[in-house]
T-cell receptor, first 114, second 111 residues
Framework: DAGVIQSPRHEVTEMGQEVTLRCKPI?????LFWYRQTMMRGLELLIY????????DSGMPEDRFSAKMPNASFSTLKIQPSEPRDSAVYFC????????????FGPGTRLTVT | SQQGEEDPQALSIQEGENATMNCSYK?????LQWYRQNSGRGLVHLIL?????REKHSGRLRVTLDTSKKSSSLLITASRAADTASYFC???????????FGSGTQLTVLP
């Protein structure tokens, strides 16, 4: 298996622009998580899905952030409009129920908003 | 959410020495996991210990869990330069299906 796939790996955009991050989880995994990592705040859980349904989005910082999972093999995290404080590394992770919830992380998307 | 706390925040040792990192948490847990993150990469699962276990080994890794003290430690024996990374504890508690991650320990192994 190719593991969790994220795209793009790097994104540089100007303040006010829309940003869309993409994730393909490991085939067969039924949980998908979006995290944000910064030096100041560490690793923060933004939202997670179970069987494509959002379960907990309490970590989503503002209404500017939205996430979707239209099917079992694809999820997006959108920021609109983006702001410089959104600059961070965004990780997607997936896991399988019954496997002690061990998570498999993607390589991350480094977002820079200027 | 309640984060785990790790100490030390940073640790620098010579190759061949042992490295010990500690994690504390505040709630009862189902299991506790340790992850490694190399610079610029995603986190990689290392080892899991269940709440009814006290010690677990995997290669050069040894994890202990003390539920009475709500703490865990990760020992890396005979460290190598390639072990240089950030190490995070993460725990699963209650009916939650998401992990709560600690703040991480940055380990540097000097050749």
């Amino acid at each position: 298996d190719a593991g969790v796939i994220q795209s793009p790996r790097h994104e540089v955009t100007e303040m006010g622009q829309e940003v869309t991050l993409r994730c393909k989880p490991i085939s067969g995994h039924d949980y998908l998580f979006w995290y944000r990592q910064t030096m100041m705040r560490g690793l923060e859980l933004l939202i997670y899905f179970n069987n494509n349904v959002p379960i907990d989005d309490s970590g989503m910082p503002e209404d500017r952030f939205s996430a979707k999972m239209p099917n079992a093999s694809f999820s997006t995290l959108k920021i609109q409009p983006s702001e410089p404080r959104d600059s961070a590394v965004y990780f997607c992770a997936s896991s399988l129920v019954g496997a002690s919830y061990e998570q498999y992380f993607g390589p991350g998307t480094r977002l820079t908003v200027t | 959410s309640q984060q785990g706390e790790e100490d030390p925040q940073a640790l620098s040792i010579q190759e061949g020495e042992n490295a010990t990192m500690n994690c504390s948490y505040k709630t009862s847990i189902n299991n506790l996991q340790w992850y490694r993150q190399n610079s610029g990469r995603g986190l990689v699962h290392l080892i899991l210990i269940r709440s009814n276990e006290r010690e677990k080994h995997s290669g050069r890794l040894r994890v202990t869990l003390d539920t009475s003290k709500k703490s865990s430690s990760l020992l890396i024996t005979a460290s190598r330069a390639a072990d240089t990374a950030s190490y995070f504890c993460a725990f699963l508690s209650g009916s939650a299906r998401q992990l709560t991650f600690g703040s991480g320990t940055q380990l540097t192994v000097l050749p």
